[in-house]
């Protein structure tokens, strides 16, 4: 059974972008466990527009922001994924702005009976520095997943050499500075996230046998 894993950029910037960079690595080696299909998706190319907290939502009525971008898109895509990946800069130690209206607006898939549970969601992330926030980058897209049901996983690998998540920092050693594509770790724990993410999308997938 093909699965879908959509990789989410939640970078502003339409290139360049680090966490895309990492993104696309992963997607990548999502790719190599079989019967895989991937989607990048740069929510700068979309019109996101933030939550009004009107709560029509709650009462499980049409978000009225919906008419007005391309949000109903994005959530679609999701709920079309068995696996989802998001790469994330780090704002501040947190999530960018753009990344924080997905979010929010993805509450009316909550409010619809948890039209977003069970998807397999792994995690990256990109700072300018060493210890630029990228943990508590890291816990906000767990928290939101855990929040809507999904199921938050990492990658596996050497326990020693490397981690769960993909993170990057762009600080290679004081004032001195690097592109991603340098940083050999950061791209081999992307590439495990993407695997994973994959495998277990696949596993969630399978119908039991009768």
Known sequence: MEIKVLGICGSPK???????????????????????????????????????????????????????????????????????IFASPSYFSTVPGLLKNLIDRSRTRKMLDHRLRDKI????????????????????????????????AGGVGNPVTEAWAGMTGLQADGFTWRGTPKDEIAIRNSQLVGERIATLAQLISRKPET
Request: charged share 25%.
């Open 121 to 152: 969601v792994g995690i990256l992330v990109a700072a300018g520095l060493r210890h630029g926030g990228q943990e508590t980058t890291a816990s906000t897209i767990i928290n939101y997943a855990l929040s809507q049901g999904m199921i938050v």
């Open 14 to 84: 339409k290139e360049k972008s680090s966490s895309e960079y990492l993104l696309a690595q992963a997607l990548e080696a999502a790719k190599t466990i079989g019967e895989v299909e991937t989607e990048l998706l740069r929510l700068a190319d979309y019109s996101i527009l933030p939550c009004t907290g009107c709560d029509n939502c709650v009462r499980q009525k049409p978000c009225p922001e919906d008419a007005k971008d391309d949000v109903p898109k994005v959530l679609d895509k999701m709920e079309a994924a068995q696996g989802i």
